[in-house]
């Protein structure tokens, strides 16, 4: 959902909403803002929508912004005169870029009330760009306000962070990204599967609107389903579907990712933790597997799919490990052989 209101960026930074909510209605802005945390949580949006709560003239006594009004309609277009966004040209961002945003700040041109400046990846400013900004945030004008957007908060010179209030932005909770999958339309197996493979609200997002992955989930759901009815081989199943992902490493991760995900919810079965159940609707299948096989066999196959994933990062033939763990798999499930002979 993309944040009109606070309580819509409650949602997913409940932390964050509350103090920059409290420092517009408590009138106790900084001028420089320093948004940090990983990729995928909603960062730049806040910058967005933050910029927008400042410019528009109209917002109510929560702090939210009308959305309706020129000032808002142009932050939403892109095109409003006072809000500025700079992103890194190459690997990074240049002194031009810096003073050409200076330059345009100091235009008569631009309209009355705050000005924002908004840079994305500020970890990519160099050390000539960085002194450049660091003269502006010594003397910001009164009603100009800067937002850094960084992953890398190290990277950054300790006198920019020093001059910056630092807002922490954390990983999006599985359970919302979720939830919001299901109310655009995503079925529940696959926002299952997608919000436990990451946690990037924007890479959930990419991924749920591409049908590769979603023809993935459903062939790791499938060969499970075969492991559970033996006379479907699933060596089979894989050799008919393997062209669409095992010369891509991404996508094999992925697969290896899902498979691993419901081969614990098989062990979960077993162990009887049912309420952390991921794939609920499959949970015919997840009881037949884990009646089938020990404990430590599940365990051990669960050792052997996260194994792969692992060696999948060398060059290594993987079809022919792929077809060898679905060996292992099938032989612990329908007879019952843990993968290794362990010693007592
Ligand atoms: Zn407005």
Redesign the pocket.
């Known amino acids: 959902m993309t944040t009109k209101r606070w309580e819509d960026l409650a949602i997913y930074q409940p932390q964050v909403a509350r103090i920059l909510k409290n420092s517009v209605t408590g009138k106790r802005l900084a001028h420089a803002y320093l948004f940090e945390g990983p990729i995928g949580t909603k960062r730049f949006e806040t910058a967005m929508f933050f910029a927008?709560v400042l410019?528009?003239?109209?917002?109510d006594e929560e702090g939210n912004?009308?959305?309706?009004?020129h000032?808002?309609k142009r932050v939403d277009a892109g095109t409003h005169p006072n809000l500025f966004v700079v992103r890194r040209e190459g690997e990074q961002i240049k002194k031009k870029q810096m003073k050409d945003l200076i330059h345009e700040f100091s235009r008569e041109s631009l309209e009355e009330g705050p000005r924002i400046y908004v840079i994305d990846e500020a970890h990519r400013l160099n050390q000539e760009s960085s002194n450049t900004l660091l003269k502006t945030m010594e003397e910001p004008g009164a009603d100009i306000y800067q937002v850094l957007v960084t992953d890398q908060i190290n990277s950054l010179l300790k006198t920019i962070v020093s001059r910056a209030q630092v807002i922490h932005f954390k990983p999006i909770e599985t359970s919302k990204i979720k939830e919001d999958l299901i109310s655009k339309g995503v079925d529940d197996l696959d926002a299952s599967a997608i919000a436990s493979y990451t946690n990037n609200y924007d890479e959930a997002a990419t991924i749920a609107s591409d049908a590769k992955y979603k023809s993935l989930i459903s062939f790791v759901r499938e060969l499970f389903e075969r492991f559970a009815i033996p006379k479907k081989s699933p060596i089979i199943l894989f050799r008919e579907s393997k062209e669409g992902f095992i010369s891509d490493s991404t996508l094999t991760d992925f697969v290896l990712s899902i498979a691993a995900l419901f081969q614990k919810d098989v062990l979960g079965a077993k162990l009887g933790h049912t309420d952390q159940r991921l794939f609920v609707s499959e949970s015919a299948i997840l009881e037949k597997l884990a009646q089938s096989a020990s404990q430590q066999t599940i365990e051990d196959g669960l050792d052997e799919i996260l194994s792969l994933k692992q060696r999948l990062k060398y060059n290594i033939n993987a079809t022919f490990a792929f077809e060898k763990l679905l060996m292992t798999l099938e032989r612990g499930y329908y007879h019952d052989v843990p993968s290794r002979t362990r010693s007592v």
């Open positions: 927008k410019l528009c003239r109209t917002r912004p009308c959305g309706e009004c000032h808002c």
